[in-house]
Structure formats: structure tokens, C-alpha cells
């Protein structure tokens, strides 16, 4: 008896030891895997976020032509190169020669501004000290600029930061959409492959589920964000035309790059209204115009949770909360993947609560049935 004990103990040191280093080399494989992949790791998920958004699209687009999916990514593909890349070289093309120009005329004393209107300094709150700051300016702005270089220099360095890392975001979102043509292409096999990972990490009944609720979430995101941002740049578009600010088509696609990166559309319509009641002349109209883009520019509040959660069985709040929360924690990509992670584990919990449900009934069923009567 005490030798079958030292046999066993020895088959089950040995099985011990087989499942540690087992456990341990794949350990390792999966750190090695994610150390090799971790720097593509945002490009690969805004691609797969396109390439679900999109996939409806491209197979539209694939059944007018002949069932061809690789030509309708590509089509997809370049279309969108032209739509964003083209507009955002023009656009940082004619602000760098802008800056040039402003600085050409500066250093040769070109600048002029205008008194300001007496009317400025009764403004609430800040009229006082803008009605000074631009009195300055109007007498001397060589002057003006050289007191407030410290605060001019920071505001330079703050202003390239962002020029570069706008630049570069749109280049990362091109390379981005690059990656979802291929996906397409190949997106029957990738999605059926999707569906048994999750059919195999939650079961044969959940995994499409998950796999569907996943899907739609993202569509509905990206539906929210991309419709709210093409809505919110009409309506600033429509008002800078009818206000005369120059340049309103490019104001507008600015407003639209921002609407998609979850900037504010307050970056672009607060100088627009600064720069109608710098030139302007009828204050009714300033007024007027003022709250149409103060209005226009907060539309977003509004539009977002009119459209997020279509169409998704999460409720509504769930989505919106776990884009907002994903935004906040992770940037732009956080915007998807939260909604995701959180419609997921909100549904995992609901199925998790409905089971002790029924459970709860069949029991109170099952006691009802033998429950004595009671007595009379």
C-alpha cells in the first residue's frame, strides 16, 4: 500500500511538472507574440474597426461587380485615399503657405488692425480685458507681441505638437484603411474564423452571439461618429457660408476631420465667431449668427445618443457609456473597443442573471407543487 502511495506521488510530480513547463513555454510564446506584434497593435485594430464598418458597404459594392471582392476593397480603398488624403495634403499645403504669408507681411510691417468697437468692452466677463488686448494690438502689435512672447512661444510649440501629430494620425488612418481592404477581401474566411475563436472561448451557442453583438456595436459606432461628424459639418458649413467667413468649405472639413478624431467642433467655431464680431458691423446679426454656431458646434451632445446603439441589443446607455469611458481611457480606438468590452460583458451578465432566474422559478415551482395544502 505505502509503495502504491510513492508511485503515485512520483506519476503525479512528474504530470505536475509535464503541465508547469508546458504552461510556462507558453507563457513565453504568447509574451514573444505580443512583444512582436504590440507595435501594430493600433494600426491592426482601427483596421479591423474600418473593415467591419465598411464590410456591408464592400459587399454591395462586390455584388454590381460580379462577385469580385478584392476589386470592390480596392475601389473602397482608393476612393477613400481621395476622399481624406488628397483634401488633407491640399489643406496642410495652403496653411503652411498661409503661415509664410503672415509671417513675410509681419516682418515687413504689413499687419493692420482696426480700433475695436467700444461695444466690445461691455461684453460679460471677458469684453474688459479683450477691448485692451486689442486696443494694444490696433497701436502697436510689434509691441504687443514682443510682451507676450513667452505666452506666443508656448502657444507655437503647442500648435506644431498638433499639426504633427494630426499629420501623422492621418497617415496612421491611411495605412489603417489600407490593412481593412485586405480584410475585406478576404472577409467571409476572417469573419468565419472570428466566429469559432469565439464559439470556442464561450461555447458553440454564445460564441455568434458575441461574435453578431460585437459586430453590430462597432457598425453602430462608427455610424454615430462618422453620421454626427458629416452632420455637425454641414451645419457649421451652412453657417460660415451664410455668415461670410472666408474659407468656409475648408472650416467644414476641418469640422468633419474633428467630428471623426472626438475633437471639439468649438476649436473652429469659436474663432469664426471672434472673427465675425472683429469685422462685422450689425450686432443683431453677430448675435444671431453667434448662437446658430455656438449651437451647431454643441449639436453633437444631441446627435450621439440619438444614434449610437442602433440596431444593437445593448441598451442604448451601455453604449454610450462605454464609448465615452473607452474614449477617456484609450483615445480614439477606446471609443470602439470600449463600447465593445462593455455591451459584451453587459450581456454576459444579463445571460448570467437570466439563468438564476429561471432556476429561481423552477424552484419556487417545484415547492408550490409540494407544499402542503393549507388547512381549513
Known sequence: MQLDNTLFRKLLSKDLMDVLLRLGLIAVLAIMCLRIVSPFVGLILWALILAVALYPLHQRLAKRLNGRQGRAATLIVLVGILLIGVPSAMLGSSFAGHVSDVYAAFENNEITI?????????????????YQVWGAAARDLPGLLKNMQPQLEKLAKFLLSGAASTAGGILSFLGSLIIAGIMMAYGQSGSLAMRRVTSRLTGPEKGPRLHKLS?????????????VAIIQALLLGVGFIWAGIPGAGVLAFIVLLFGIAQLPAAVVSIPAIAYLWWTGDSTMTNVFFTVYLLVAGMADNVLKPLLLGRGVEAPMPIILLG?????????????FLGAVVLAVGYQIFMEWVAEGDSAFNQQAETEATVAPLPKE
Open 114 to 130: 482696426k480700433q475695436p468697437d467700444p461695444a466690445v468692452a461691455e461684453w460679460p466677463v471677458v469684453g474688459k480685458k479683450i
Open 215 to 227: 459586430t453590430a456595436t462597432i457598425r453602430s459606432v462608427a455610424t454615430g461618429v462618422i453620421g
Open 323 to 335: 464609448a465615452l469611458g473607452g474614449m477617456v481611457t484609450g483615445g480614439i480606438i477606446g471609443l
